[in-house]
C-alpha cells in the first residue's frame, strides 16, 4: 500500500480481554517495528522483524505481549489479559531495509496507531 | 542505553516570530539523530535526521537542527512558524552500529508541542 496501514484505529475494551492489533506495512518495506507510546510520552521500542523473522523483542514489557508476521508481511501484536496499564497508542512502522549503506540508517515510516483503551 | 530529554514539553509562539525546540541526549556510544512530528490524528512524519558529516541539517517545512556533540544537543529551529507547523514534535536517537549502519529503534524523547498563535 502506499503508507503503512493499522487496524482497529480505535479499540475498546474489557480488563482481561485479549486484543490483536493490526500492521500492514508498506509493500515491499522488509523491517516491521512495534512501538507504544503512552499518554504525554514519547513511542518506546517493542520490537521488531525482518521478514518473518522477530529480530528483536527486547521492548515487550511482559509475557502477555507477543508479535508475529507469519509471511513476512503483515504483523499481529497480540496482548492477552489486558490491563489498564496496556492503554496506550500502539504504532507500527516500517523500513525499506533494516540498514542501509547509502544512507547510513533507515528511515521508518509510522502508521497512524491503534489507540487502546482498556476499561 | 541512549536517553533524550526534550527541556520544553509545551512552545507557545506567536506566527511568523522564530522558534527553537531543545533536544538534548546521552549516549556512550556513536549515534543517529532524528526529529519527527506528529499531526493530529497522523503517524509521526520523518523531519530531519542527521548521520554525519554537516552539523547543520536541513528538512523539510523550513525546519532545520545544529548537531552539537560537545553539548549533546540537536536543537530544532525555524526561522518563521506558520499555523500548520501547530504540532507535537519528537527528537530520537539510534546507535550506529558496524559499517555507519544502524536499525530502527530508535529512543524517543517525551516531546514538545507547539503551538502557533495568530
Known amino acids: 500500500g502506499a503508507g503503512v496501514s493499522q487496524s482497529p484505529r480505535y479499540k475498546v475494551t474489557k480488563r482481561g480481554q485479549d486484543v490483536a492489533l493490526r500492521c500492514d506495512p508498506i509493500?515491499?518495506?522488509?523491517?516491521l517495528y512495534w512501538y507504544r507510546q503512552a499518554l504525554g510520552q514519547g513511542p518506546e521500542f517493542l520490537t521488531y522483524f525482518n521478514y518473518e523473522a522477530q529480530q528483536d523483542k527486547s521492548g515487550l514489557p511482559n509475557d502477555r505481549f507477543s508479535a508475529e508476521r507469519p509471511e513476512g508481511s503483515i504483523s499481529t501484536l497480540t496482548i492477552q489479559r489486558t490491563e489498564q496499564r496496556d492503554s496506550a497508542m500502539y504504532r507500527c512502522?516500517?523500513?525499506?531495509?533494516?540498514?542501509?549503506?547509502?544512507?547510513?540508517?533507515?528511515?521508518?515510516?509510522f502508521g497512524a496507531g491503534s489507540r487502546l483503551t482498556v476499561l | 542505553a541512549q536517553s533524550v530529554t526534550q527541556l520544553d514539553s509545551q512552545v507557545p509562539v506567536f506566527e511568523e516570530a522564530p522558534v527553537e525546540l531543545r533536544c538534548n541526549y546521552s549516549s556512550s556510544v556513536s549515534v543517529y539523530l532524528f526529529w519527527y512530528v506528529q499531526y493530529p490524528n497522523q503517524g509521526l512524519q520523518l523531519l530531519l535526521k542527521?548521520?554525519?558529516?554537516?552539523?547543520l541539517v536541513k528538512g523539510i517545512n523550513g525546519f532545520e537542527a545544529e548537531f552539537n556533540k560537545s553539548q549533546t544537543s540537536f536543537h530544532l529551529r525555524k526561522p518563521s512558524v506558520h499555523i500548520s507547523d501547530t504540532a507535537e514534535y519528537f527528537c530520537a536517537v539510534t546507535r550506529t552500529i558496524a559499517g555507519g549502519t544502524s536499525y530502527g529503534k530508535l529512543t524517543f524523547g517525551q516531546g514538545t508541542i507547539l503551538t502557533v498563535h495568530p
Open positions: 542527521y548521520l554525519s558529516g554537516s552539523t
Open positions: 512502522a516500517s523500513s525499506l531495509e533494516f540498514r542501509s549503506r547509502s544512507s547510513g540508517a533507515n528511515v521508518l515510516t
Open positions: 509493500s515491499g518495506h522488509v523491517s
